[in-house]
């Protein structure tokens, strides 16, 4: 059984790459040297402020903190590793860091407009002036007793102190920022105008979500600890979601649950208990959709007795379930309204926490099976 996904625009996203960069300090160069062409050749030099920088409207500002917040993760990850010796641990920052580039690169990197590689009009390096006469003396004085190479001094002297053991960086710093991360990103999503992003955005925190409780969990941090892990059951639909979306839920949500039902009573111990548990909260998420809906009880209700069920055991068929419903989720992010997406993204991030607890391994955009493909 694999559950439907809610139809939603395809996320569109515009890589800034290096040779996008290097492309828009190529067209801007040439923009330069055209107009200087054009003016030598009439006589006359045109007096036109140089180029500045687009002030970024709010999409961008959205899609930058997300860049940012995933690059600063990267980089406390590359200051952890080295003091680092337990393998599974090492593994699991090895791939917090490759998660990371990842969401830096599909959100479009850091924005390089090019003007600072430009030799516009105005930037011509002006020599500095001479020292007054006399003061010469002085600034070697200066510099001799700055660096300690004189008057008895060592160049020892000059070197910076031994770092204390507050600026070490350690796994919990990581945590604590695969947490705030996760949380300025889902905001971010629930945020933006861009359906689109708003899908990526989801997708990295859940991703960042599930990073920061697993590495927590390695290391005895208890940083992840205030993060959201449950999912109520909803009692509105978003804004902007259809009849037809709202079907889908509730018949992916009702199948959860009876899948669950199935294995579990084909189950023992501990492994039961779970299905069961897990089986009432997709039966109950399904009911409230239908509620939201209006459709519980009606000709309209898409809920059925019986599901086909796909040969695999528990765990496989947990693990499909679940990713299955983090792909519905993640497009119900780009179909809700901006500012209607906080429960749509909660449902993601709950329903791919459950998949990687059931044994799917993590990725980097949850949800998103184009990724996966690209």
């Known amino acids: 059984m694999t559950p ?36 030598a050749g009439c006589g006359v030099r045109l007096e036109t402020p140089p180029p500045t920088e687009l002030s970024p409207d709010a999409v961008e500002v959205l899609r930058a903190a997300a860049v940012d917040d995933a690059l600063a993760v990267a980089d406390l990850v590359a200051d952890v590793t080295p003091g680092v010796t337990d393998p599974t641990t090492l593994a699991a920052l090895e791939e917090v860091a490759a998660f ?29 002036s001479p020292p007054p006469a006399g003061d010469e003396a002085a600034a070697d004085d200066e510099t ?9 001094g060592t160049e020892d002297d000059a070197t910076e102190a031994p770092t204390t053991g507050d600026d070490v960086t350690t796994t919990d710093d990581v945590v604590v920022a695969l947490v705030e991360a996760a949380q300025r990103t889902g905001a971010s999503a629930d945020a933006s105008t861009d359906a689109g992003l708003a899908r990526l955005l989801a997708s990295v925190a859940a991703s960042e979500h599930v990073s920061a409780r697993r590495l927590a969990a390695l290391t005895g941090s208890t940083a992840a600890d205030g993060l959201v892990t449950t999912a109520a059951p909803v009692d509105q639909a978003p804004a902007g979601i259809g009849a037809a979306d709202l079907a889908t839920l509730v018949g992916s949500e009702d199948a959860a649950g009876y899948a669950y039902e199935v294995r579990a009573a ?18 109950a998420r399904g009911q409230a959709w239908a509620l939201a809906a209006g459709t519980d009880g009606t000709a309209q209700d898409p809920r059925r ?8 055991d528990l765990a496989d068929l947990a693990r499909q379930v679940e990713a299955g419903l983090a792909q519905t989720y993640a497009g119900l992010v780009a179909t809700a309204a901006p500012t209607s997406r906080a429960e749509a993204l909660t449902l993601l991030v709950d329903s791919w926490a459950s998949a990687v607890a059931w044994g799917e391994a993590p990725v980097a955009f949850p949800g998103l099976p184009e990724q996966a493909a690209g």
């Open 266 to 283: 084909q189950s023992e111990g501990d492994a039961r208990t779970a299905a069961v548990a897990r089986a009432a909260e997709h039966r």
């Open 4 to 39: 439907h996904a809610t139809a939603a625009a395809a996320a569109t996203r515009a890589r800034r790459s290096r040779t996008a960069r290097r492309g828009a300090r190529l067209l801007a160069a040439l923009s330069v040297l055209a107009t200087g062409a054009l003016a």
């Open 305 to 312: 007795v019986a599901y086909v069920l796909p040969d695999a």
């Open 144 to 152: 001799s007793g700055a660096t300690g190479t004189d008057g008895g």
């Open 100 to 128: 990371a580039e990842q969401h830096a690169d599909a959100l479009g990197g850091v924005y390089d407009s090019g003007l600072a590689d430009l030799d516009l009009p105005g930037d011509d390096d002006v020599a500095p």
